[in-house]
């Protein structure tokens, strides 16, 4: 023996990682699935809520929103957004507003403790995406929100979508 350390293991990647990842849609939902994951575990764990609920709040700083509002922003089903709304109202973070408590579509408000909870919670968010964006350089962060951006636009078209009539 030379006294050199043995080369070390290499995994190797499955035909099934080297074919998936060619796939935009594979890799994007990858992405969102395990984002998801560990989001709704940090918010579950500093907040006490889920990752929906969290998503509610991120709209409800910005502007008060209906479910519907809040719904089409988020891209989640309404009657998930429902029970996130319910949810959040039971701990005092949000409220319904007054001039619409009574009407069929109620939009809704984060209360004072909402807003902390809010401000608490988007320090650790912030943290998370400047992980997740570590690999890139400053300059390809833009160029990677307008792919993300002219992607999304597309998906209208994707779920339109009838293999029958190809």
């Known amino acids: 023996m030379d006294g050199s350390t043995p080369p070390k293991l290499v995994a190797r ?3 099934i990682e080297e074919v998936l990842e060619q796939r935009p849609a594979y890799l994007i939902g990858a992405i969102a699935n395990r984002l998801v994951n560990a989001g709704s575990g940090l ?3 500093h907040l ?3 990752f929906t609920e969290w998503r509610i709040l991120v709209v409800l700083a910005l502007e008060p929103a209906s479910a519907k509002r ?7 089903d309404k009657a998930a957004i ?3 709304l319910k949810a959040l109202e039971r701990r005092g973070l949000i409220r319904a507003t007054d001039e619409t408590a009574a009407r069929r579509s109620r939009a ?9 909870a809010y401000d608490r919670m988007l320090k650790a968010s912030r943290e998370h995406e ?20 002219r ?3 597309e998906v209208p078209q994707v779920e339109a979508f009838d293999p029958e009539r190809l």
């Open 70 to 76: 809040i719904s089409d922003v988020v891209g989640l």
């Open 48 to 50: 006490g809520v889920g």
């Open 108 to 116: 809704y408000v984060l209360t004072e403790e909402g807003r902390t």
């Open 82 to 84: 429902s029970r996130g």
């Open 13 to 15: 990647r499955s035909l």
């Open 151 to 153: 992607i999304l636009a």
């Open 43 to 45: 918010c579950r764990r």
């Open 130 to 149: 400047r992980r997740l964006l570590a690999g890139l350089r400053p300059e390809e962060v833009p160029i990677l929100l307008d792919l993300l951006r």
